[in-house]
């Protein structure tokens, strides 16, 4: 697999599609666990997700978050929320 990390902090792959890889990485989460129960997994996942999302659409929008917004299918003001909530510029 050839994943590496743009200058932008986008995590880069022609081989890898993104559900497979939170696939791949719930399934290495579940193996650490050895055997207990997660808690509080769907908000760990979209944490993890939403936070460099984020931080992609923002750079490829120039910080237009206008532009931003509208890519993601959001309002400004959810997308301006969560910029903060991730504490993405």
């Known amino acids: 697999m050839k994943l590496h990390e743009s200058a932008q ?3 880069v792959s022609d ?3 993104i559900g497979e890889a939170v ?3 719930l399934e290495d989460y579940f193996s650490l666990l050895s055997g207990h129960d997660p808690d509080g997994l ?7 997700v939403e ?3 984020f931080k992609c659409v923002m750079y490829h929008c120039d910080g ?7 890519m993601l299918g959001i309002n400004r003001g959810t997308l301006r929320k969560k910029l903060k909530q991730y504490q993405v510029n």
Do not use: F, M, S, W
């Open 15 to 17: 081989e890898v599609r």
């Open 51 to 53: 936070r460099p999302l």
């Open 42 to 48: 769907y908000g760990l996942v979209i944490a993890e």
């Open 23 to 25: 696939h791949t990485a």
């Open 9 to 11: 902090g986008c995590a």
């Open 64 to 70: 237009n978050q206008t532009k931003a917004a509208r």
